[in-house]
Nanobody
Framework: QVQLVESGGGLVQAGGSLRLSCAASGRTFSAYAMGWFRQAPGKEREFVAGISRTGYILSYKDSVKGRFTISRDNARNTVYLQMNSLKPEDTAIYYC???????????????????WGQGTQVTVSS
């Protein structure tokens, strides 16, 4: 079992940057593939970025490629999402998710994850 707590959200102007963090409890963090998802008002939850257990396999939603970077520090039980060149359409609640996975897996489907954080609000003003 793992518990996830996100932080780092806030209000930023378009073109600005934020770094989200997700701290995980437990001693087996390195056994989990991790993902970031987001949900904007009135819209379905969508995949943003994923990272494999070792951090070597990364996956991104097309619209964030080149702007967002996912990374993890297994020694600190933390996964990060660095968000640069933010746009108003990036406004959403951002959720961290985890799933026990094979070393090379970086799932992109929300239904593939079984542990979720409470979310952190990101608001990008124009």
């Amino acid at each position: 079992q793992v518990q996830l707590v996100e932080s780092g959200g806030g209000l930023v102007q378009a073109g600005g940057s934020l770094r989200l963090s997700c701290a995980a409890s437990g001693r087996t963090f390195s056994a989990y593939a991790m993902g970031w998802f987001r949900q904007a008002p009135g819209k379905e939850r969508e995949f943003v970025a994923g990272i494999s257990r070792t951090g070597y396999i990364l996956s991104y939603k097309d619209s964030v490629k080149g702007r967002f970077t996912i990374s993890r520090d297994n020694a600190r039980n933390t996964v990060y999402l660095q968000m640069n060149s933010l746009k108003p359409e990036d406004t959403a609640i951002y959720y961290c998710a985890a799933v026990l996975a094979a070393p090379g897996a970086s799932p992109m489907g929300g239904n593939q994850y079984d542990h979720w954080g409470q979310g952190t609000q990101v608001t990008v003003s124009s």
